[in-house]
């Protein structure tokens, strides 16, 4: 009777995890891992660094130090977007499913901000820089095709990788997670980083001709940088937002706990305060 009493039991435990996720053992609760909230406030803090410096170099005036800041954002931006291209790439697809998810739940923390912020920089930085040495003029043919690039750039970082990204953060975060699902997701962003890491080779080949353009005194057209910077916070904050209210939709049904949407939350206010930073450049221009 002991033995049957007992089997009845471990029955109804069963019954009572398969039902509701909260009564399983805490290592199989639904959540992020939990360095999860280490890597993210790390990648936030040096998410920081790009923008603060480039608000630095304005209020200097300095030349130099807007041009280091602009050149060293595109090159961790360039540069880690042909490391995932071409040397982690060709990792994940050595592995088995298991093992590219255990790496997307570390790198998908781990530039959650810091990518974002060297996208912006990078592109706020060099509008600056153009119209400070006087070459912002559509006339030329090297910038129009240099904003063309920087378009398919923000398309693609803040319209398929970021979505992807985020997708797959939240598929880590349900008690069950599709690891197929995640390994799709993190397959197409190393490829889609392999185009872009492209196009900003590309981009760099048309820097330099736009170096070597006849330039005029320092002048600023600040409604071309306000209206950039509105379209591109507009873009990233309509897609986060979207994907964010589906996240709430998930935990209201029960498929997220509430400290998954916790961590969301946090991403979503860590961005605002790095695109407010980069908006306080406009004061100093």
């Known amino acids: 009777m002991a033995k049957k009493a007992n089997h009845m039991s471990s029955a109804g435990s069963a019954n009572d995890m398969a039902h509701n996720p909260d009564a399983k053992g805490e290592g199989a609760q639904s959540g992020f891992p939990p360095y999860t909230h280490k890597l993210m406030l790390q990648s936030f803090l040096l998410g920081l660094i790009p923008p603060i410096v480039l608000v630095l170099a304005l209020v200097l005036k300095n030349i130099t130090l807007l041009t280091y800041t602009h050149v060293m954002s595109a090159v961790m931006w360039t540069g880690f977007d042909l490391f995932m291209a071409l040397i982690l790439g060709r990792v994940l697809r050595a592995l088995d499913i298991a093992g590219r998810v255990e790496i997307a739940k570390r790198l998908t923390p781990s530039t959650f901000f810091l990518l974002p912020s060297l996208a912006a ?59 197929e699902r995640i390994a799709r997701f ?18 760099i080949f048309i820097m330099v001709n736009i170096s070597n353009l006849p330039n005029s005194a320092a002048q600023l057209d600040l409604p071309v940088i306000i209206y950039s910077l509105i379209a591109f916070v507009a873009l990233f904050f309509g897609v986060y937002l979207s994907i964010y209210r589906n996240a709430l939709s998930s935990y209201k049904k029960g498929e997220l706990d509430k400290n998954a949407v916790d961590t969301l939350r946090f991403g979503l206010y860590g961005h605002i305060i790095i695109f407010l930073i980069l908006g306080l450049t406009l004061l100093f221009a």
């Open 186 to 203: 993190n397959g197409m962003n190393i490829k889609l980083a392999g185009i872009q890491g492209a196009f900003q080779i590309l981009i």
């Open 121 to 179: 920089t990078t592109i706020t930085a060099g509008i600056y820089l153009a119209m400070y040495l006087g070459v912002f003029n559509l006339a030329y043919y090297w910038i129009v095709a240099a904003l063309i690039i920087v378009a398919i750039l923000t398309v693609l970082g803040f319209v398929i990788l970021m979505p992807n990204s985020m997708r797959i953060f939240i598929e880590l975060a349900k008690p069950i997670p599709d690891k």
